[in-house]
């Protein structure tokens, strides 16, 4: 494809789009801006006006999924139903996404953010992590769970779903068995492990 001057409709997105399309299938390791540039057809330089680097690609990228986990955990929550089934929607949610973009989960994980974004790094993670605060804080209300430090049994609840979606994301589960031990496996996180 020839390379032209900067001409293009929304060259950000267009990169952001092959970029995430490079990251699934090849790494983050084989992204560069000069190879973008060149799917896109504009200059080596073009990419440059929207970011400065490949690091500001990266967090531009994981910014974007973290707005995208944001939308669908908040798209799953059902505050009508009882604390298991909703948190196991919100899992379900959190899992299917981890399937679909695992190369993605893991670049959001990475901290190497630069800091002049990590103000709308942090909102954004707030705003994904959000729906299962306000999931923790209701079951606290309505004496579901223990009572305590919210902020401490979200962290509790997210390392649990967060673990078997990387345990997904390197293989170790395949994507049926991560889904079809879900149940069990909110379950277990909801009741712990002694005898009953």
């Known amino acids: 494809m020839p390379?032209?001057?900067?001409?293009?409709?929304?060259?950000?997105?267009?990169?952001?789009?092959?970029?995430?399309?490079?990251l699934r299938e090849r790494g983050a390791g084989a992204l560069s801006l000069r190879e973008l540039a060149r799917e896109a057809g504009v200059?080596?330089?073009?990419?440059?006006?929207?970011?400065?680097?490949?690091?500001?690609?990266?967090?531009?990228?994981?910014?974007?999924?973290?707005?995208?986990?944001?939308?669908?955990?908040?798209?799953?929550?059902?505050?009508?139903l009882p604390l298991e089934p909703r948190l196991t929607e919100l899992a379900r949610a959190y899992l299917a996404f981890a399937i679909d973009n695992s190369e993605l989960l893991e670049l959001m994980f990475t901290r190497k953010h630069d800091t002049e974004v990590s103000v709308r790094l942090a909102a954004a993670i707030e705003r994904s992590v959000g729906v299962l605060t306000r999931l923790i804080g209701d079951a606290q209300q309505?004496?579901?769970?223990?009572?305590?430090?919210?902020?401490?049994?979200?962290?509790?609840?997210?390392?649990?779903?967060?673990?078997?979606a990387a345990l997904t994301a390197n293989g170790t589960l395949?994507?049926?068995?991560?889904?079809?031990?879900?149940?069990?496996?909110?379950?277990?996180?909801?009741?712990?492990?002694?005898?009953?």
């Open 3 to 22: 390379q032209h001057p900067y001409h293009h409709g929304d060259l950000r997105s267009t990169l952001l789009q092959s970029a995430e399309r490079t």
């Open 43 to 80: 200059s080596h330089a073009a990419p440059g006006r929207h970011f400065k680097d490949k690091q500001a690609l990266l967090d531009a990228l994981a910014l974007a999924g973290y707005e995208r986990l944001a939308q669908s955990q908040e798209a799953a929550d059902r505050p009508d």
């Open 142 to 164: 309505r004496g579901e769970i223990v009572a305590g430090d919210p902020a401490g049994l979200t962290l509790v609840t997210a390392a649990g779903m967060h673990g078997l």
């Open 174 to 196: 395949s994507p049926a068995q991560a889904l079809g031990s879900l149940d069990a496996h909110i379950h277990h996180l909801l009741h712990g492990l002694r005898p009953r």
